[in-house]
Nanobody, 111 residues
Framework: EVQLVESGGGLVQPGGSLRLSCAAS????????MSWARQAPGKGFEWISS???????YYADSMKGRFTISRDNAKNTVYLQMNSLEPEDTAVYYC?????WGQGTQVTVSS
């Protein structure tokens, strides 16, 4: 059974940073492309970034320079480092692989 468990969300002030983690199990993590997506209140899902199994990384234009995706194949974990957070980054953040989504972790950016 594929499981994706996100953690690391919370409340942060504007300009702050958070690192999200996604612990994966039930599939061959090292051979899988991993992504992060988010859904802001009242809005649709938005792709953030992907880290392919070959190590290549891709970002939505609005996230470039602020967000960094990485993976640790030994730990079956993918990370999303988020810096210079803005209130507009408030959303539920999801870890995604193929058609599988985690349960999400809430990130709230507010003073």
């Amino acid at each position: 059974e594929v499981q994706l468990v996100e953690s690391g969300g919370g409340l942060v002030q504007p300009g702050g940073s958070l690192r999200l983690s996604c612990a994966a199990s039930g599939f061959t993590f090292s051979g899988s492309d991993m992504s992060w997506a988010r859904q802001a209140p009242g809005k649709g899902f938005e792709w953030i970034s992907s880290c392919y199994s070959d190590g290549n990384t891709y970002y939505a234009d609005s996230m470039k320079g602020r967000f960094t995706i990485s993976r640790d194949n030994a730990k079956n974990t993918v990370y999303l480092q988020m810096n210079s957070l803005e209130p507009e980054d408030t959303a539920v953040y999801y870890c995604v692989t193929g058609r599988y989504w985690g349960q999400g972790t809430q990130v709230t950016v507010s003073s």
